[in-house]
């Protein structure tokens, strides 16, 4: 992880913005597994991918002890994913009800 200031000037979210943006604008799943394949290390990926592989089940209610019998993702990150869902920006809900909004069998 990088180094931080310990007194951090005012955060410039440009950088965040313009990569949010460059995703925003990929137009297939194979374009953006690409970018973030390019983008991130394997680690990365594969806990951004534990992450999100968790998010329907805890919407579910499945507990966090079976979640990880289910997915050998740790417990503590399956808190974290469940806390960022409760208290965070709402990323997860609007691309689970965009991808459920996607999804072919959305419409049944």
Known sequence: ????????APKDDAPL???????AALDTPAAVRAFLED?????????MADRWRVVPLLLKG????EIHDLTQ???TTI??????LERGT?????AVQSQQAASPSASH
């Open 1 to 8: 992880m990088k180094r931080r200031p310990a007194l951090e």
């Open 17 to 23: 913005t313009a990569l949010a943006g460059a995703l």
């Open 39 to 47: 983008l991130c290390t394997p680690a990365e990926l594969e806990a």
């Open 62 to 65: 499945v507990p966090y002890r």
């Open 73 to 75: 993702v740790s417990v």
């Open 79 to 84: 808190g974290r994913v469940a806390r960022t």
């Open 90 to 94: 709402g990323g997860y809900a609007t």
